[in-house]
């Protein structure tokens, strides 16, 4: 492939070298580098690209994108300056697998809590529905029948454009993606073409990252400000942010809302452990899924299928049969009648949404039972505030490890157990072994009583000094209540 195809779109400040020349590969890795690469130079959170520009060119580079042109050049080397080499990246790696995402329906979906949830049910809606479906999504991404591990909510432009150009060579018409607001910050999504977004709600999460709430906000809003004039932005009206996604936006402006008027209306009938019974525009359907948090989730795949021209009847009908994604709300019980429920919550605003799901269903003699940890190396300041809503929502709550990563599971524990009042401290228990934890809330569950174990959902792993153990929350669940049933 010839580089001056791949760099169409790319605003260049300083070009040293011929672009009419016989490129490779595209390498954001210095290890990858192979003879003919372009080698992007990208300021990382942890490295400098540019620090390893000289070793890619021994290695075989002949092409070096970098913000900041090196004093020294290699002859028979192309040096092209950009202003940002990460948005380069996103604009170059889309040229060079033929830009797949102008020729999919292309629908990003972000927010705080919601995002695989809404991915899911809508892939699941469109296989329904005869369409051959790519999906993007934390917990895997999928073109059609074929699962393809997932290892970040957003893939790297290179990962993503090639997954794009698979299933487009698979014949898929629409893909569904999660748009963490990191992939946003970090132009992951560069160079792509979606014909709509969707927002589920925000709250405070990520901070570790973007440092203040605001920010936060702005990466969120940033995906709806640069949606086509042709494509819709579907927002949340019930999230007090909600309408502040559509304020600059060019796209069609679309809501959705269970209290507010919007342009597809949701109203809660019943809500119980067996689903959820909602009136959608007007039309009264019953649903696997449970709880309001979910009642949001269908009201967004809904109307997101409105504005893809689907059949209205066609759609609730196929949506009244759905489950929802692994490890949301994934809920087992034993002869007991002991309920376990097995959720990935790991915000204190999605830990509420459960819980409150739970207090809303229960008949009002059972315990609820919570274990819960939080993450390391990711933001502190939830920490105290997870430990209190579990509380306050829980009768029984055991504080235990998540995923340390590279931090000290008991300092982790003791920055929860800061959260937790005095009043509240008589119904804690704090336990770092998560499996004793899981064991522990199991004996202590009695006939009717719900266990949650909130924060992993769909991982089968726990992360500790960067190695992955083999840990799944529903199998230990499983095993546990079926030891005492």
Not at 13 to 40: C, H, P, W, Y
Not at 233 to 252: E, F, P, R, Y
Not at 283 to 299: C, E, H, T
Not at 315 to 337: C, H, M, P, W
Request: net charge negative.
């Amino acid at each position: 492939m010839q580089l001056q195809d791949v760099l169409y779109g790319v605003a260049i400040t300083n070009l040293v070298g011929s672009t009419n020349r016989e490129i490779s590969m595209l390498t954001f890795d210095s290890r990858e580098v192979q003879k003919d690469a372009v080698f992007f130079a990208v300021k990382g959170t942890l490295s400098d690209g540019h620090a390893f520009i000289s070793q890619t060119i021994a290695a075989g580079a002949s092409v070096i994108i970098c913000q900041d042109m090196p004093e020294q050049k290699d002859a028979g080397v192309t040096y092209i300056e950009v202003e940002d080499s990460s948005v380069a990246l996103g604009i170059m790696a889309a040229n060079y697998f033929g830009n797949p995402s102008a020729a999919l329906k292309l629908v990003g979906i972000t927010g705080t809590n919601g995002k695989t949830t809404i991915a899911t049910i809508l892939f699941k809606l469109f296989r329904s529905l005869g369409f051959h479906t790519g999906m993007i999504s934390t917990v895997q991404n999928q073109i059609d029948d074929e699962i393809i591990a997932a290892t970040h909510t957003t893939p790297n432009p290179l990962a993503l454009n090639k997954l794009l150009r698979d299933m487009v060579t698979a014949g898929c018409t629409h893909c569904f993606m999660e748009v963490s607001s990191h992939a946003v910050v970090q132009h992951r999504i560069e160079g792509l073409t979606f014909v709509g977004g969707v927002f589920s709600n925000i709250t405070h999460d990520h901070l570790d990252f973007h440092k203040t709430f605001d920010n936060y906000i702005r990466a969120k809003k940033a995906f709806f400000d640069d949606l086509p004039k042709l494509g819709f932005a579907l927002t949340n009206a019930d999230d007090k942010n909600g309408m502040v996604m559509l304020q600059n936006t060019k796209a069609s402006k679309k809501t959705y809302a269970l209290k507010q008027l919007a342009d597809y209306k949701g109203r809660v009938i019943e809500n119980r452990f067996s689903g959820l019974n909602l009136e959608i525009d007007e039309v009264d359907v019953f649903f696997k899924l449970v709880g309001s948090f979910n009642a949001y989730n269908l009201l967004a795949a809904y109307g997101t299928a409105m504005l893809l021209d689907q059949d209205k009847v066609a759609v609730l009908t196929i949506l009244s049969n759905l489950s929802g994604a692994e490890g949301r709300f994934d809920y087992v019980s034993n002869a007991k009648q002991i309920i376990g429920i097995v959720d990935y919550a790991h915000t204190p605003d999605a830990v509420q949404n459960v819980l409150s799901t739970i207090q809303d269903i229960r008949k009002g003699t059972e315990q609820v039972i919570t274990v819960i940890g939080c993450g390391g190396d990711r933001d502190k300041t939830k920490r105290p505030v997870m430990a209190q809503v579990a509380c306050d929502w829980s009768d029984k709550v055991i504080l235990t490890s998540d995923n340390p990563r590279t931090e000290d599971p008991l300092e982790i524990l003791k920055e929860m157990e800061a959260g937790v009042s005095p009043t509240n401290r008589r119904k804690t228990l704090t336990i770092a072994d998560r499996r004793e934890a899981i064991k522990t809330a199991c004996h202590l569950a009695r006939p009717g009583d719900i266990i949650l174990i909130a924060g992993k959902g769909h991982e089968k792993y726990q992360d500790i000094n960067g190695v992955k153990h083999h840990f799944d929350d529903k199998e230990v669940l499983t095993e546990q209540l079926n030891l005492i049933s």
